[in-house]
């Protein structure tokens, strides 16, 4: 079966401070992967969109990037982290078939506070 | 992105029946109906989808207006685990928005032992 991993669980810091978050898929291959970030009381917002290897879309504009190094791995970055960065992170991946059927599933997701 | 309307906030009773509303009147005649739940602390999780036709899973069931502009998520007998902010979502067939699904407010279920 299918499994969605993210790390950290629980993030706390700094403004001006770096980022790193990563989303592991195992058990399918060649998926779709998404970022999303939820502000605290808001809706979930897309932030990036992959559909293979190096291959990144982004949704929104601002200081955070993407990247997809390997086909189940997708990373969240930011050079300098902000005060409106804070949120709940969350990774999902579909079936590659790009079809508006298509189902998503959620990891554990990042609590992310900047301080 | 899609809009939807959904109220903020519904309430029940355990084991009585929950009828979650949705509004969608810009929704093109091969747009998909989709509905994610999303309990505390966790990331969304699927709960069911259609286009025309009602449809029944062992989560849910989903009534869609003739018309296609709304549709009901149907809870039938609703349980504490139930509690959670429920999406209704509905995607384009085609263009640059395909697969990617654009998440609400929802609508926050309290249930009531």
């Known amino acids: 079966s299918q499994t969605i991993h993210q790390w950290p669980a629980t993030l706390v810091q700094p403004v001006g401070s770096p980022l790193s978050l990563e989303c592991t898929v195992e058990?399918?291959?060649?998926?779709?992967l998404y970022w999303y970030r939820q502000a605290a009381g808001r809706g979930l917002q897309l932030l990036f969109y992959?559909?293979?290897?190096?291959?990144i879309s982004s949704e929104v504009p601002q200081n955070l990037s993407a990247s997809r190094p390997q086909d189940r791995q997708f990373i969240l970055s930011s050079k300098k982290l902000l005060l409106s960065d804070s949120g709940f992170y969350l990774c999902?991946?579909?079936?590659?078939?790009?079809?508006?059927?298509?189902?998503?599933?959620f990891g554990p997701g990042t609590r992310l506070t900047v301080l | 992105d899609a809009k939807t309307t959904q109220p903020n906030s519904m309430e029940s009773n355990e084991e009585e029946p929950v009828h979650l509303p949705c509004n969608h009147s810009?929704?093109?005649?091969?747009?998909?109906i989709h509905w994610y739940r999303q309990l505390p602390s966790q990331g969304p999780e699927y709960v069911i989808h259609?286009?025309?036709s009602n449809v029944n899973n062992r989560m849910a069931s989903l009534a869609i207006a003739e018309d296609r502009k709304s549709s009901t998520l149907i809870l039938h007998r609703a349980t504490l685990r139930d509690a959670a902010v429920y999406y209704c979502i509905f995607t384009h067939d085609r263009g640059s928005t395909l697969g990617r699904l654009y998440f609400g407010r929802g609508t926050q279920l309290t249930v009531w032992p």
């Open positions: 058990g399918t291959s060649n998926p779709n």
């Open positions: 259609g286009l025309t």
């Open positions: 810009t929704i093109s005649g091969t747009d998909y």
């Open positions: 999902a991946w579909s079936v590659r078939r790009l079809a508006h059927t298509d189902t998503q599933y």
């Open positions: 992959s559909v293979g290897i190096g291959q």
